[in-house]
C-alpha cells in the first residue's frame, strides 16, 4: 500500500469514528436536559436494532449491485440528513427514538463498509489494517475533546450538528475512494 492510500485510508477511519464519538457520547446529557430521562434507554436501544437490522440488508445491496464506497458514501449523507433533522427534535421521545433509528441505520452498517474498503486496498490487511484503524480511535477521542473540553456543549445540539456536517462530508469523500 502506497503513502497515498494509507493518509487515504487513515482520513476515512478518522472521519468514520469522529462522526460517532462526537455526537454519541454526550447523546444522553443532550437527552436529559431535553427532559426525556424516562426514554433515555428505549432511545439508546436503536443502536442494538440497527446493528442487527440494517447491515443484513446493506451488505446484501454493497456485495452485489454497488461498490461498498458508493453505498458508504449514500449511507453517511442520509445519516448527515438525520442528524441534522435530529439536532431539532426537541422533547418528544417518539420522535426522538425514530430520527435516531434513522441516523443509526445509516451508520452502522458503514463500519463494516469502511473496513471492506480499507482492506480492499491493501496488499497485506494483516499487517497494514491495524495502523490505519487506530485513526478511527483518534477520531472518536478528537470528538469527544472537541465536544466536552474545547466546545463545553455536552448537553446543547452542537454535538449533533458537528457530526451531521462531518457526515455530509464524509459521505461526499466516501465516493473518491
Known amino acids: 500500500m502506497d503513502l497515498s492510500t494509507r493518509l ?22 443532550y437527552l436529559s436536559r431535553h427532559g426525556l430521562d424516562a426514554s433515555i434507554g428505549t432511545i439508546f ?22 461498490s461498498a464506497q458508493k453505498v458508504m458514501g449514500v449511507l453517511h449523507l442520509m445519516g448527515g440528513g438525520f442528524l441534522l433533522a435530529l439536532s431539532f427534535v426537541g422533547a418528544d421521545a417518539g420522535v426522538m427514538f425514530a430520527a435516531t433509528l434513522g441516523v443509526l441505520l445509516c451508520y452502522m452498517p458503514t463500519i463494516a463498509l469502511s473496513n471492506t474498503v480499507a482492506f480492499a486496498a491493501m496488499s497485506n490487511g494483516e499487517r497494514q489494517f491495524p495502523a490505519v484503524r487506530v485513526f478511527g480511535t483518534l477520531g472518536w477521542i478528537v470528538g469527544g475533546i472537541l465536544v466536552g473540553q474545547v466546545l463545553h456543549a455536552e448537553q446543547t445540539a452542537l454535538p449533533i450538528q458537528i457530526a451531521g456536517g462531518a ?8 465516493f473518491t475512494l
Open 8 to 29: 487515504r485510508l487513515s482520513l476515512m477511519m478518522f472521519a468514520q469514528y469522529f462522526v460517532r464519538g462526537v455526537w454519541w457520547v454526550p447523546f444522553g446529557a
Open 45 to 66: 436501544s436503536t443502536q442494538g436494532w440497527a446493528a442487527i437490522a440494517a447491515p443484513l440488508f446493506v451488505g446484501a445491496i454493497a456485495d452485489r449491485y454497488f
Open 167 to 174: 457526515s455530509l462530508l464524509y459521505g461526499l469523500y466516501a
